[in-house]
């Protein structure tokens, strides 16, 4: 099944156009790894399919469902919000700055959605929160705040907050970007392990060793569009773009 | 020293000062949320509503509403019906009291919710939630702490400014006081009502200072 399927999608702000028609399938189970330099509109890719933001032209589809579609900059569809709700649920995002919320205990963080969103009973929210929680090996952490935490915790505890909403699709933003160098090991060691459980993956990350152990596949976007995509051998090791070899020889 | 009559008297002042300090407080941070909701509205009548309820209120004299409340409803009444009626002063001092708060406190809240990092609105709508539960769980609760300083200072300014009562008929605690200053000839009252306005101010301090501390446990 098609999880996430993106036509001709493009997006402005403005007069500035960041996505310039974009098309992407990703089947269930898939890893898919983005890279590409900042303002190659990655993160922006990412973020309308959630809704975060609403796409200028072109169709979204999740799991084979519409989630957005408009033309011309006009006519957006009007999708009823409980659909758009469940769809995006069904999308878990992890954001570079990980936005644990800084007022709730780390338990608290991971219950939330489930309780208010999806109201469900708080002993099983907390069950299954806790179950999380040493999935990303944090349990002992449960009633901390986050401002305790180092950016490696903070991030695997965004990580099981979004997967406590039972999504069907991962969506990574950096997530790796903003921690200190000896704690990206962990995060990419708890996103290896959610791969290898078959989870279907968005990655945008600038870490090319991991998208070349994990990726199914690997995207080079560059300037809006999807520049060159294929196997991680493909991309990362004989990549036939000329951008995406200027790209690899710099931050290689 | 005071008579047993001028005792009871700068205590029922007192009481008049705080009644309505408290209940302008309580108020303004109620509706103040209400109207800085509509600020941040995108809705463009709620906007507006709330553009220009602050604008009102926050840009003519707190004595001035106070007499517009006390003084031009009933003739305004008047007017238009042909029926007198007076407004107890004590609920027209809590009216325009909260009224006048409200707009200071909206200003104050708005500024702590925009203050939150545009990040945790991000996290809340991509686990789902709507703007609505996104504001009630996550970002408001976030502002308290940052909301407890302005609120002491914004009650402290209040509890001063009740002393504006006497012009509508009431005996707050400076009205008193001047009263038996002017009976007797005496300075020393001023000095008694100075030695309560501090000692209400200074509790007000104390309390705000351990509730801040306490409402920014989560923070290192």
């Not at chain 1, 758009?84 to 800084?102: E, H, I, K, R």
Request: net charge neutral.
């Amino acid at each position: 099944m098609s999880m996430v399927k993106l036509v001709n999608v493009r997006k402005s702000f403005g007069d500035l156009e960041v996505l310039k028609g974009v098309n992407l399938e990703v089947q269930q189970g898939e890893v898919v790894c983005i890279i590409g330099a900042s303002g190659s509109g990655k993160s922006t890719m990412l973020r309308c399919l959630n809704h975060l933001e609403r796409i200028s032209d072109g169709e979204i589809y999740i799991e084979d469902v519409l989630s957005d579609k408009r033309a011309n900059n006009k006519d957006q569809i009007k999708i009823d919000p409980v659909t758009v709700q469940s769809l995006c649920t069904d999308l878990g995002m992890v954001f570079q700055n990980f936005n644990l919320f800084p007022h709730l205990t780390v338990l608290d963080n991971v219950t939330i959605a489930p309780l208010i969103v999806k109201k469900e009973d708080k002993k099983v929210a907390e069950t299954r929160a806790l179950d999380l929680l040493s999935m990303v090996g944090l349990s002992q952490k449960k009633d901390e705040y986050p401002s305790r935490l180092s950016g490696g915790q903070q991030q695997r505890v965004a990580i099981a907050r979004a997967l406590a909403m039972d999504p069907k699709i991962m969506m990574f933003d950096e997530p790796t970007s903003a921690l200190d160098p000896e704690l990206v090991g962990e995060v990419l060691a708890t996103m290896r392990q959610l791969a290898e459980k078959g989870m279907t993956m968005l990655i945008v990350t600038h870490e090319i060793g991991f998208a070349r152990e994990v990726a199914d596949r690997v995207i080079f976007m560059d300037g809006g569009v999807i520049c060159e995509e294929g196997t991680p051998e493909e991309v990362l090791l004989n990549p036939k773009e000329e951008r995406t070899k200027s790209f690899l020889n710099k931050i290689l | 020293m005071l008579t047993e009559i001028q005792l009871w008297a700068i205590f029922n002042g007192t009481i008049v000062t705080l009644q309505i300090a408290i209940v302008a407080i309580v108020f303004g941070a109620v509706f103040g949320v209400v109207v800085a909701l509509g600020r941040l509205s995108k809705n463009k009548v709620a906007n507006a509503l709330s553009w220009f309820y602050i604008w009102f209120f926050r840009g003519t004299p707190l004595l001035l509403q106070l007499f517009m409340i006390f003084y031009a409803i009933p003739i305004i009444y008047l007017d238009a019906t042909g029926i007198t009626f007076e407004i107890n002063p004590m609920i027209a001092a809590f009216v325009a009291f909260s009224l006048n708060a409200t707009a200071y406190l909206a200003e104050i809240i708005r500024a702590a919710i925009e203050s939150i990092d545009g990040g945790q609105m991000e996290a809340a709508k991509a686990l789902g939630m709507s703007y609505r539960q996104a504001m009630t769980k996550i970002i408001i609760p976030q502002t308290y702490k940052r909301l407890v300083a302005p609120l002491g200072n914004e009650l402290i300014m209040l509890l001063k400014d009740t002393s504006l009562v006497s012009t509508i008929a009431l005996f707050d605690l400076l009205r008193t006081t001047k009263t038996m200053a002017s009976a007797t000839g005496s300075w020393i009252y001023y000095i008694y009502a100075a030695a309560i306005y501090l000692f209400l101010t200074t509790i007000i301090q104390v309390v705000f200072d351990k509730m801040e501390k306490k409402l920014g446990i989560y923070e290192r």
